[in-house]
């Protein structure tokens, strides 16, 4: 990904796995002092690497205190983490069910000294939608952001659009408007729920993967730029096969490069809660996860929205709780299996 120190994908931006998924893709016992890019020298041809949770989840987020827009059915979903100007954590995370206009939705933040700790501490709500600039009232949705060229760059859904925010510090943003004033980059269409960025960069272009359902069947889109910008025209890289081709059928797209394995892992959800499913893909493209196809299909997961974070040569996951309440971390580590 960015080799910047402080890209997100370095410094940490992400979505989760549990322990019993990771079971679940014939996890063994977790070593110590596992190396997080292990060898590839002595893996079989018909093996694959998959992730595995190595050790225990700790909370760093709850469900927070919203003043007055706060409701008791109220959820923390989709979720960014990344590291601050300052060496700090930050993780923004959309609150759903909540008391505010509309679709219910906003950005609440919380701050912690170090990727480790647990209970980060609650910083407030740190942004509503803004009809005025376009975005539909109570629609914002999974924020991501990406360090580059020593700016922040914040991308996240208005329940239509993909929308910008860019940051000095990584802490503040200011929405980034287009001449007519808008904040959207660019859409699905109308009715098409355009949302959950994410940005990998790939030598000098950068992959924005989403997800959107037109016509009500869902698929994982990625647009490509060089200047974070200007977009390509979206591309269908993952739909249908056994994650199904419902409208929620692609969320929360999240790709790992794995740059031993010269492979894409693809994490892509198909339910959230107790019954979470996520389904994993592992492709040498990443523009072809597999179109009712699903021959790069590695596992499914008891999990939802997994997001991968590398920082100081290891890796972690993040996830959102089973039951909804908040986000865990984990560290990460990979096994051999056969392929699903």
Same mark, same amino acid.
């Given at each position: ?17 549990? /322990? ?9 016992? +977790? =070593?110590?002092?596992? $190396? &997080? *890019?292990?060898?590839? @020298? ?83 709500? /740190? ?9 539909? +009232? =109570?629609?914002?949705? $999974? &924020? *991501?952001?990406?360090? @580059? ?99 929620? $059928? ?91």
């Amino acid at each position: 990904m960015n080799p910047s120190r402080r890209n997100l994908t370095r410094r940490a931006v992400l979505r989760s796995l549990t /322990a019993a998924a990771l079971g679940s893709l014939g996890s063994p016992r +977790a =070593g110590a002092g596992a $190396a &997080p *890019f292990p060898s590839l @020298a002595a893996a079989h041809a018909n093996e694959v690497l998959v992730p595995a949770v190595d050790g225990a989840w700790w909370r760093v987020a709850g469900n927070p205190d919203l003043g007055p827009l706060t409701h008791a059915q109220q959820q923390p979903v989709d979720f960014g983490i990344w590291e601050a100007a300052d060496g700090t954590w930050q993780l923004w995370s959309c609150i759903r069910f909540t008391r505010a206009p509309g679709k219910t939705r906003l950005f609440h933040r919380w701050q912690g000294d170090r990727l480790t700790d647990g209970d980060w501490r609650p910083m407030g709500i /740190a942004m509503q939608a803004d009809p005025r600039v376009g975005e539909t +009232a =109570g629609g914002l949705q $999974a &924020p *991501f952001v990406l360090e @580059a060229g020593g700016t922040y760059h914040m991308f996240y859904g208005d329940w239509e659009h993909v929308c910008l925010a860019l940051s000095v510090d990584g802490k503040a943003f200011t929405r980034r408007l287009d001449d007519n004033g808008k904040s959207g980059l660019f859409s699905n269409g109308a009715g098409a729920n355009t949302r959950d960025p994410m940005v990998l960069r790939i030598g000098d272009t950068y992959h924005c993967y989403t997800t959107a359902h037109p016509g009500l069947k869902g698929a994982v889109y990625c647009r490509t730029s060089r200047d974070l910008r200007r977009w390509s025209e979206a591309r269908v890289v993952a739909a249908g096969g056994a994650a199904g081709a419902g409208p929620v $059928a692609a969320e929360c797209p999240f790709v790992y490069r794995h740059k031993e394995a010269e492979r894409y892992y693809l994490f892509r959800t198909q339910q959230y809660g107790r019954n979470a499913r996520t389904s994993v893909y592992c492709s040498p493209d990443p523009l072809d996860f597999g179109v009712n196809d699903d021959r790069y299909l590695v596992g499914t997961l008891p999990l939802a929205a997994p997001e991968v974070i590398e920082h100081d040569d290891a890796l972690y996951l993040a996830a959102l709780t089973p039951g909804l309440d908040g986000v865990r971390l984990s560290r990460l580590r990979w096994t051999r299996r056969s392929p699903a």
